[in-house]
């Protein structure tokens, strides 16, 4: 079992920069693929950010490569997301998940836990 909660999230302008992170609970959380998706009202939940169980490797969606970073630290059971030259559109509510495999995994039915979500909110 493994619970996740999310925090960092807020208010913005477009340009600036947010950090994301998501504590992690369970022991066995260095086995725990992990991501980050993010929803906006009327729209279905977007994939962000993965990165393997070792965080050696990492995967971004096409809307924010360049500009986020996801890493994560075993020995905290911690996941961060950095998030640079934020966009307006970037404005969502912002999910840290976790998932049973030791690869990248890079669709919402692949993770088995989920936080609360933070809300992210870039204003032009």
């Known amino acids: 079992q493994v619970q996740l909660v999310e925090s960092g999230g807020g208010s913005v302008q477009a340009g600036g920069s947010l950090r994301l992170s998501c504590a992690a609970s369970g022991r066995t959380f260095s086995s725990y693929a992990t991501g980050w998706f993010r929803q906006a009202p009327g729209k279905e939940r977007e994939f962000v950010a993965g990165t393997s169980s070792s965080g050696r490797s990492t995967y971004y969606g096409d809307s924010v490569k360049g500009r986020f970073t996801i890493s994560r630290d075993n020995a905290k059971n911690m996941v961060y997301l950095q998030m640079n030259s934020l966009k307006p559109e970037d404005t969502a509510v912002y999910y840290c998940?976790?998932?049973?495999?030791?690869?990248?995994?890079?669709?919402?039915?692949?993770?088995?836990?989920w936080g609360q979500g933070t809300q992210v909110t870039v204003s032009s």
């Open positions: 998940a976790a998932g049973r495999d030791s690869v990248i995994l890079l669709v919402t039915r692949a993770y088995d836990y």
